[in-house]
């Protein structure tokens, strides 16, 4: 099936193309969701006309993807877990701790967009791609922490006034 494609697609190709796919793939997905359309001479007509707004749209979310990537270089994600013997996690931080993490930070990135390859199991920084558009990825630093962990000031001994006074007392 020969379909001229609305947008860019992964693995696909770019706006324009003409392109064959698997009949099902492009009656059930890329037509549906006006990703693409049949490639017939009316049709090809028709795309030369849009093309123009097209490319100015797909352009507009390229431009906001890269925006993005920019505050994700700049944000650095902390996250607090609870941990046992050896500093051993229960559990583990997953793509969706790191997007409510940065949603709380006013950050909007859908979960499925954090490239984790598998579930973050250690304490430690660890940077993390993001997938923000077919051209576009990120970055972000995410830094797994001990939950409450408070870095306490050594006591000083107490002055020689403070132990006069204490003996006094008694």
């Known amino acids: 099936m020969k379909l001229i494609l609305r947008a860019d697609v992964d693995a696909l190709g770019s706006l324009g193309e003409i392109v064959s796919v698997k009949p099902g793939y ?5 037509i549906p969701q ?4 049949p490639a017939s001479e009316a049709n090809i007509k028709q795309f030369e006309l849009e093309k123009k707004r097209l490319q100015a749209l797909a352009d507009s979310v390229r431009a906001e993807a890269e925006a993005m990537a920019e505050k994700l270089a700049a944000a650095v994600i902390k996250i607090e877990v609870r941990v046992g013997e050896g500093d051993k996690l229960y559990g583990s931080v997953t793509a969706t701790n ?3 993490t940065l949603a709380e930070q006013g950050i909007e990135v859908d979960r499925r967009k ?5 579930p973050i199991r250690s304490l ?7 997938k923000l558009h ?3 990825r990120g970055e972000i630093k995410v830094a797994v922490t001990k939950h409450g962990k408070i870095e306490e000031e050594p006591e000083s001994e107490p002055t020689v006034e403070e132990t006069a006074v204490e003996s006094e007392e008694a």
């Open 124 to 130: 430690g920084e660890y940077e993390i791609e993001v």
């Open 134 to 136: 077919p051209a576009v």
């Open 114 to 118: 954090i490239m984790l390859s598998d």
């Open 98 to 100: 790191i997007s409510e």
């Open 34 to 37: 006006g990703l693409a359309m």
């Open 26 to 30: 492009g009656r059930n997905y890329l």
